[in-house]
């Protein structure tokens, strides 16, 4: 091959490499473990909003969490799809997963829920701590969708044996030969210390807190140091739907945590578990990830989106008329036909 042909050669493949940089190096970027929360100027509750369907997707498997005591070595999720948005004032995260069946305890006492958790550092700047639970010096914070939180107000005892017969429950101020659902106990009527667990303060049994939102915000340093945060601290909102085998459930979280904000530009490790009632899997019994990063979209200057392919192609064009009148000055150069 002449000179003047390999240096022609060597110009059109460094144009098309400069090119493929261009557009093919964001596309790759995009195969990483990373979510891209959008920004919007509402966040949709609603899990079927059409909003979603232009948000970011990555698909997370899920795998037992084997490492302490109680383990599961078989799980019922196997995988979610992951999106996110956020707005002036919340994130919010749309999970969905396979799930042939629904399940929210229903008022029974020997049966499991549906549930589903978004972790993330509660200190982004101390460093990644380990993604189960969380370190003594570097602790996590975890917002849990359950099943039967949202269900609460119509999943008592009666919903679930409707041909019970009433006597008389009389610290919970419905009269005598009517049914008193939980929610009563805490009414200026009823005595919730007859619900011993909501007096003692536990989430579990907060008629109140389950009825306001159907997500527990929750606080952890290491394994078996989960920890319920105070209820005037529960901030997360959730809405979920359960349809043709697929739940679908959106839960969202103010963007100022108590010791970071999710800022524009941010990038934050971020992990995913769920549990499946119909596998009776609870607590340490659960579907667990391993980090990946969330993302929140800087809105691009359109100048500066535009003009950077365009000041690419502009390069591309000046290196080979460069290139092209180097070659024609050669001596012994063919003229082009």
């Given at each position: 091959m002449r000179k003047p042909d390999l240096i022609r050669r060597l110009i059109s493949i460094v144009s098309a490499l400069l090119v493929l940089g261009t557009f093919a190096l964001p596309a790759l970027a995009a195969q990483k473990a990373t979510l891209?929360?959008?920004?919007?100027?509402?966040?949709?509750?609603?899990p079927n909003d059409p909003a979603w369907e232009d948000a970011d997707v990555l698909a997370v498997p899920l795998a037992p969490q084997?490492?302490?005591?109680?383990?599961?070595?078989?799980?019922?999720?196997?995988?979610?799809?992951?999106?996110?948005?956020?707005?002036?004032?919340?994130?919010?995260?749309?999970?969905?997963?396979?799930?042939?069946?629904?399940?929210?305890?229903?008022?029974?006492v020997a049966a499991f829920r549906d549930a589903v958790a978004v972790e993330f550092p509660a200190l982004p700047a101390a460093g990644i701590p380990y993604f189960a639970m969380g370190e003594p010096d570097r602790p996590v914070t975890l917002y849990q969708w359950k099943a039967d939180f949202q269900s609460a107000p119509a999943a008592d005892v009666d919903e679930r044996y409707p041909l019970m017969i009433a006597d008389w429950y009389p610290f919970s101020g419905r009269g005598p030969g009517e049914i008193a659902e939980a929610a009563d106990y805490g009414s200026p009527a009823g005595d919730r210390t007859f619900i011993t667990a909501w007096a003692a303060g536990n989430a579990l049994a907060d008629q109140e807190l389950q009825q306001r939102t159907a997500v527990e915000k929750l606080a952890a340093k290491g394994f078996g140091s989960v920890t319920s945060v105070p209820p005037q601290d529960q901030d997360g909102a959730a809405r979920a739907i359960?349809?043709?085998?697929?739940?679908t459930v959106v839960i969202s979280v103010p963007r100022e945590q108590e010791e970071f904000l999710f800022e524009r530009g941010m990038t934050v490790p971020v992990a995913f578990a769920a549990w499946d009632g119909a596998h009776r899997e609870r607590g340490g019994e659960k579907g667990v990830s391993t980090w990946?990063?969330?993302?929140?979209?800087?809105?691009?200057?359109?100048?500066?989106?535009?003009?950077?392919?365009l000041a690419v192609f502009a390069g591309v064009g000046l290196l080979q008329f460069a290139g092209l009148r180097r070659w024609r000055r050669t001596p012994g150069a063919a003229t082009p036909g």
């Amino acid at each position: 091959m002449r000179k003047p042909d390999l240096i022609r050669r060597l110009i059109s493949i460094v144009s098309a490499l400069l090119v493929l940089g261009t557009f093919a190096l964001p596309a790759l970027a995009a195969q990483k473990a990373t979510l891209i929360a959008k920004v919007v100027a509402q966040l949709p509750e609603d899990p079927n909003d059409p909003a979603w369907e232009d948000a970011d997707v990555l698909a997370v498997p899920l795998a037992p969490q084997a490492v302490v005591k109680p383990r599961a070595y078989e799980v019922g999720v196997t995988a979610l799809e992951v999106r996110a948005l956020y707005a002036s004032e919340r994130l919010a995260f749309r999970l969905q997963w396979q799930d042939p069946q629904r399940d929210g305890m229903a008022g029974q006492v020997a049966a499991f829920r549906d549930a589903v958790a978004v972790e993330f550092p509660a200190l982004p700047a101390a460093g990644i701590p380990y993604f189960a639970m969380g370190e003594p010096d570097r602790p996590v914070t975890l917002y849990q969708w359950k099943a039967d939180f949202q269900s609460a107000p119509a999943a008592d005892v009666d919903e679930r044996y409707p041909l019970m017969i009433a006597d008389w429950y009389p610290f919970s101020g419905r009269g005598p030969g009517e049914i008193a659902e939980a929610a009563d106990y805490g009414s200026p009527a009823g005595d919730r210390t007859f619900i011993t667990a909501w007096a003692a303060g536990n989430a579990l049994a907060d008629q109140e807190l389950q009825q306001r939102t159907a997500v527990e915000k929750l606080a952890a340093k290491g394994f078996g140091s989960v920890t319920s945060v105070p209820p005037q601290d529960q901030d997360g909102a959730a809405r979920a739907i359960w349809q043709d085998g697929v739940w679908t459930v959106v839960i969202s979280v103010p963007r100022e945590q108590e010791e970071f904000l999710f800022e524009r530009g941010m990038t934050v490790p971020v992990a995913f578990a769920a549990w499946d009632g119909a596998h009776r899997e609870r607590g340490g019994e659960k579907g667990v990830s391993t980090w990946y990063f969330l993302s929140l979209e800087q809105p691009v200057d359109p100048l500066r989106a535009y003009g950077a392919p365009l000041a690419v192609f502009a390069g591309v064009g000046l290196l080979q008329f460069a290139g092209l009148r180097r070659w024609r000055r050669t001596p012994g150069a063919a003229t082009p036909g």
